[in-house]
């Protein structure tokens, strides 16, 4: 069962792609940084530069481990939390991550309750996550992600769900001679519990990973 969605003690290079799958910039969009828990999960940091934007329409992103030509190669999460304090810009956005593996029935009874509740169920987005090697395509997940809503106790900041269904041939790491790449699929709008249900029918290869994202438009206090 995979535990990591990204990479342990190692930068992530993140850049936008075109339809075709072409960077849009030879410059990283931004950086993600990952490290292991105690209790077996992990912890994601996210630095999303000026003018980033997630996955829509014909636009892609990838996500790459960086090349040893890298100007910012971090290798703990203390060496993140030093580069940080150099690196941030105005206008970026940094994200805090935590996740946890959940059980898929358990999750959709949450949902179900909320939804019988009548409570505002918030929209969002899916996006498929695949490995391409030369022409071939191999979707490893797929990403339910909410959209942000604003924290009323805290100023300039935005959180949202991620809900992360792997298969069971995910791997946190890219393979040499492959490519990681997100893109948006239809449907184009629904929820985290159609979303859910609509991949409910064989679920003995796949993992669903539950991610807590907070977005920090002002730098934040620590890294």
């Not at 304090?85 to 909320?114: P, S």
């Not at 909410?146 to 949202?160: A, L, Q």
């Amino acid at each position: 069962m995979p535990k990591y969605l990204l990479a342990n003690n190692m930068t992530t290079e993140l850049f936008q792609l075109d339809s075709n799958r072409k960077r849009i910039s030879p410059s990283p969009a931004g950086y993600a940084f990952a490290f292991p828990k105690a209790n077996g999960t992990q912890e994601q940091r996210w630095l999303l530069h000026p003018g980033y934007k997630p996955p829509s329409g014909g636009k892609k992103l990838e996500l790459r481990p960086a090349s040893p030509q890298s100007e910012f190669q971090c290798k703990s999460q203390e060496d993140w939390t030093t580069s940080m304090a150099d690196r941030w810009t105005e206008g970026a956005t940094y994200v805090k991550v935590t996740y946890a593996i959940r059980d898929i029935e358990e999750v959709l009874k949450e949902l179900t309750h909320v939804a019988r509740l009548n409570l505002q169920v918030s929209d969002g987005c899916r996006v498929g996550v695949s490995l391409y090697k030369d022409s071939k395509k191999n979707k490893i997940a797929e990403v339910f992600g909410t959209n942000r809503e604003r924290d009323p106790k805290v100023i300039n900041k935005e959180t949202n769900m991620e809900y992360w269904v792997l298969e069971g041939d995910y791997v946190s790491e890219v393979p040499a001679g492959s490519r990681m790449i997100l893109e948006q699929v239809s449907p184009l709008q629904e929820t985290a519990l159609n979303f859910l249900a609509d991949l409910n029918n064989d679920w003995n290869s796949k993992t669903l990973v539950v991610a807590n994202c907070s977005y920090f438009t002002d730098k934040p206090f620590s890294f």
